[in-house]
């Protein structure tokens, strides 16, 4: 089996929601995030994807690690992703849009979450943790 690492942010709204996304070809809501490059260290991965992404500028000092999980890959077959998760805390409103791969931004709240079809890593990982107030 495949094994592929990503560095991925939880981003939370002042009011709790969750930012989810979803790449063009893919029926599955993910966080945020994305592969490194060679000479990248995870923060600088997650730095460069998320302004491709979304336009979005984050500082290294706005990131706070979560942990790391592994998962299948829902886009990937026999694969499985590793990914270093992250959670951002914007302090006011933000909107965003999808840039490079990406067709869908949302905001998933505690209420609708299962609404969504929703990546292993998130769905195991993120999910539970946001809905127990642990992020």
């Keep these: 089996m495949d094994k592929i690492v990503i560095c991925s942010a939880a981003i939370l709204h002042p009011n709790g929601d969750l930012l989810m996304v979803r790449k063009k070809g893919s029926a599955y809501f993910q966080l945020p995030g994305g592969k490194a490059a060679p000479e990248e260290n995870q923060e ?14 984050v500082r290294e000092n706005d990131l706070e690690f979560l942990g790391s999980h592994t998962a299948h890959a829902v886009n990937e077959v026999n694969t499985l992703v590793e990914g270093n998760i992250y959670v951002i805390r914007l302090k006011a409103t933000q909107s965003f849009e999808a840039y490079e791969e990406l067709v869908e ?9 299962r609404s969504f079809k929703l990546a292993h890593l998130a769905a195991e990982f993120v999910v539970p943790r946001w809905l127990s107030g642990k992020l």
């Design 44 to 57: 600088e991965t997650l730095i460069r994807e998320l302004r491709e992404e979304l336009r979005f500028d």
């Design 105 to 113: 931004v949302v905001w998933i709240k505690q209420d609708n979450w």
